[in-house]
């Protein structure tokens, strides 16, 4: 019977960096939802419904009692069942599964199901046997974190494989005998410390490799019908916006990587989801290290995100990504489960019960004839097959290809926005100083409509100042007046300054006998009254 992925989601709690009332997520337990919402006034709400949904105060037993338990108890069906956490880098993918607390309190996923599992096998003394192995793909190569030497960058990638059955397995890959949870726990521990963790902006341990814990349990008691049992616990890098986490150099190269392999990961889920006939899990070494527990295990998906507004964008992809992995219907393990019914041939018990001799010779041979179509068709399928894997790896470069293309498009994107932000600020600088200008402009302008007003009054001043003069110089000649006739009452000529700053008839200087000097008089244009 097919069973859908269970995909559950988990918001970790804020870091001490983060502000805990700027959150993007709002979960609600009772109907397994989680709306995100971004900063503009909770404008674009998204919800997304999964299996199961954690809340920030989640604890980690809470966890394993959703996920870890029911996986283990799948494993012991004899299925492939695997838990992998999924999520931007710094959501808690490690902490959740895999997370080693101080306390039994804080400890994730594995610690708890490999205590689970053991309480299991002793129970059953006898019963089991349980091997490991430990592998890690960082930058695209695969390795043993079981050998006890640290990869280098001149490390070969192991490869993998396919059995008869269709399971991928690794070649040559490290395996040994575990007996309780403290030998599980000390191998992890061993290649951990070999395992390829670094510093970088976002989290002072942020994983940069996915790895991956086997655990093999094997029947010993070999009359048994139920086939073995597998349970994986996956560690995913996470995803990371190379902008925001401003990794450079090896970083860079890493965070470039783990995105495309990401990318082909959500290929794949996509594929499956849409129950697509082509499901590209040869694109990567992690989607072809996962094909099994994608194909027809029992898989269970954890994903993580932070609870920030900075991670908005993350947050929805995260959640978009895990939606469609709900989608993906799994056939579970062993022979009877598997995807076709299995034929067994013509049942000759016919030949003895009901049919003639004749007729059951006609069946043998056309039986026969039969037989050998099929071996000629099987032939033409392993050619097809072989040519089909050859393009099926000129695929997968070339997916890889625009993985990566597409990555450095979205950076350059992004620098782009940036540039044109940028000089959207100084558009805006450029206008505020044209207002600025302008406003001076018109208060210059008003300057010198006052300043011509008051050249004009001068001007005016000036003419009438010449006409009172030339009227007293006629008066002299009329002998109307002897007032101007001796030249030392005559008013002195107004200094430059006076003629500029001041109106002459309002000069200090002494102007000799005053007049009064009168436009409006009936009788003559002017008239000086003598005072
Ligand atoms: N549920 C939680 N409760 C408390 N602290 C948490 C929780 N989840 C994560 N953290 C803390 O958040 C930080 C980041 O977590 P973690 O290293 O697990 O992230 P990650 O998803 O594995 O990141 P990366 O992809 O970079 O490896 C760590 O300091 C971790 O202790
Ligand atoms: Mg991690």
């Avoid at 909770?42 to 870890?68: C, L, M, N, W």
């Avoid at 299925?79 to 999924?86: C, E, G």
């Avoid at 397995?169 to 599980?184: E, H, I, K, N, R």
Wanted: glycine share 6%; proline share 4%.
């Amino acid at each position: 019977m097919s069973k859908n992925v269970f995909v559950c989601a988990r918001v970790r709690p804020p870091l001490k960096d983060e502000d805990p009332n700027d959150t993007c997520v709002q979960i609600n337990e009772a109907d397994r939802t989680i709306a995100v919402r971004d900063r503009q006034g909770f404008a674009t709400d998204k919800q997304y419904s999964f299996s199961a949904v954690f809340p920030q105060k989640a604890s980690q037993r809470h966890i394993f009692e959703s996920v870890g338990r029911t996986a283990v108890e799948t494993a012991f069906e004899g299925h492939h069942s695997a838990i992998i956490a999924y999520g931007q880098t710094n959501s808690g993918k490690t902490y959740t599964l895999a997370n080693k607390g101080s306390t039994d309190k804080e400890d994730g996923l594995l610690q708890r199901c490999v205590k689970e599992l053991f309480e299991t096998v002793n129970k059953n003394p006898g019963l089991y046997r349980v091997t490991m192995s430990y592998t890690q793909i960082y930058n695209e190569v695969l390795s043993d974190l079981l050998t006890g030497e640290a990869p280098t960058s001149k490390t070969v990638s192991l490869t993998i494989r396919e059995d008869a059955e269709g399971n991928v397995f690794v070649p040559g890959l490290t395996t040994v005998d575990v007996c309780s949870a403290g030998d599980v726990t000390h191998y992890v521990d061993c290649g951990n410390k070999i395992r390829m963790v670094a510093l970088t902006n976002m989290n002072a341990e942020s994983s940069r490799s996915h790895v991956v814990v086997t655990l093999h349990l094997h029947r010993t008691n070999t009359a048994s019908a139920a086939p073995e049992g597998r349970l994986l616990l996956v560690d995913l890098a996470g995803s990371e916006r190379i902008k925001k986490s401003r990794v450079q150099g090896v970083r860079k190269q890493e965070a470039q990587c783990i995105n495309a392999s990401l990318a082909c990961l959500g290929n794949v889920v996509h594929a499956l989801a849409e129950g697509s006939p082509h499901v590209p899990y040869r694109d990567c070494k992690i989607t072809r290290l996962l094909q099994d527990a994608f194909k027809r295990g029992r898989t269970n998906l954890v994903v993580t995100v932070g609870p920030s507004s900075s991670d908005f964008h993350e947050t929805n992809s995260t959640l978009t990504f895990g939606m469609r992995a709900m989608k993906i219907k799994q056939l579970p393990m062993g022979r009877g489960s598997t995807d076709a019914p299995f034929e067994e041939g013509v049942d000759t018990s016919l030949c003895a019960s009901t049919a003639s001799a004749a007729e059951f010779s006609r069946l043998q041979s056309g039986n026969e004839e039969m037989a050998a179509r099929l071996r000629e068709e099987d032939d033409l399928i392993q050619h097809l097959g072989a040519a089909l894997r050859e393009a099926d790896d000129e695929i997968r470069v070339l997916h890889r290809e625009i993985a990566v293309s597409k990555a450095e498009a979205m950076d350059a994107a992004e620098a782009a926005r940036n540039q044109l932000l940028l000089h959207q600020d100084v558009v805006k600088q450029l206008l505020r100083d044209r207002e600025r200008d302008h406003t001076e402009l018109e208060a210059l302008k008003k300057h010198l409509q006052q300043l011509t007003a008051e050249r004009d009054g001068l001007l005016e001043a000036i003419q009438l100042d010449q006409i009172t003069k030339t009227t007293r110089s006629h008066t002299k000649t009329d002998g109307v007046s002897a007032a101007f006739v001796n030249k030392e009452n005559a008013p002195p000529r107004p200094s430059p300054n006076q003629k500029k700053n001041s109106h002459p008839m309002a000069s200090k200087a002494p102007l000799g006998p005053i007049v009064n000097l009168s436009l409006n008089s009936r009788n003559s244009p002017l008239q000086f009254i003598e005072l």
